[in-house]
């Protein structure tokens, strides 16, 4: 039949969703599910809800379908986490062997690292307190800890070393240093502290989602780790130089 007809009695036209394109991987069909989060959203939450959530999809998927890993953004940031626990690590090497060479001792590096986990306990209770994700700049601020907090102890240990080389005895040696040094170890933590409030309340503007977990870190680092630091330093200390002392008698008498 000639001339002109209406569409609808050659085809039914109807609107269906239907993808723009195909794409296949190693063969395959495969199709991509991205996202974009706000600016002041935590990535490390959202890759944590999202990854909650393809994992009560597996069980639901059709038969044959194969959830890849998450990528983009989320994969640098775990590689990105990889390569700052490497550097958290060679960096407590670092700072050990640059002790060492300096105290001549092995034990006494090791009781002055002690101070550091300390620090870690202080860092997370206050990213606890504030809910506050572990991120990329919290762990830059664990990196920063690991130079500060060890500072205060340093000072610490040297000035006791010193009172020994005098002739002073150890526990009268602990206890004149740990007097000494209180008062400006208290100083300095309480100015990079104060120093770093503006960060920890969000002065910063836009720049928050960044410098706000760092200086929590940072500041819950330093209020656990300098009030540990002069007791338990001290004490280990203490038993550390006394158990060399009671040997040195022992050979000293034999």
């Known amino acids: 039949m000639a001339g002109i007809r209406p569409l609808t009695s050659l085809a039914d036209v109807e609107i269906a969703l239907v993808p723009t394109k195909v794409t296949t991987q190693d063969g395959d069909r495969a199709a991509t599910v991205s996202l974009t989060p706000k600016a002041d959203a ?18 639901k998927m059709p038969l044959g379908t194969t959830l890849l ?5 989320s994969a640098d940031q775990a590689e990105s986490f990889n390569q700052l626990f490497l550097a958290l690590l060679a960096a407590i090497c670092i700072v050990y062997l640059i002790m060492v060479a300096t105290f001549r001792s092995l ?65 009268e040696a602990i206890m004149d240093g740990a007097r000494q040094r209180l008062r400006p170890i208290l100083m300095t933590a309480l100015a990079t502290i104060g120093a770093l409030m503006p960060l920890v309340l969000g002065f910063t503007g836009s720049g928050g989602f960044i ?14 780790s300098t009030l540990l630091t002069l007791v338990i330093v001290p004490v280990l200390y203490r038993l550390t130089e006394g158990r060399k002392e009671r040997r040195a008698l022992k050979k000293a008498t034999a």
């Open 42 to 59: 935590s990535l490390t939450t959202i890759t944590m809800d999202v990854s909650k959530e393809l994992d009560n999809l597996k069980d």
């Open 69 to 73: 890993p998450l990528g983009g953004v």
């Open 107 to 171: 034990m006494q590096p090791l009781v002055l690292l002690i101070s550091i986990p300390f620090a870690a306990t202080g860092a997370f209770v206050a990213l606890l307190i504030t809910n506050t994700a572990l991120g990329l700049p919290a762990l830059i601020g664990m990196l920063l800890l690991v130079g500060i907090v060890v500072t205060n102890a340093i000072v610490l240990i040297d000035l006791i070393n010193q009172y020994r080389v005098q002739g002073v005895p150890l526990e």
């Open 211 to 224: 410098s706000q977990p760092l200086g929590i870190v940072v500041v819950g680092g330093l209020f656990s």
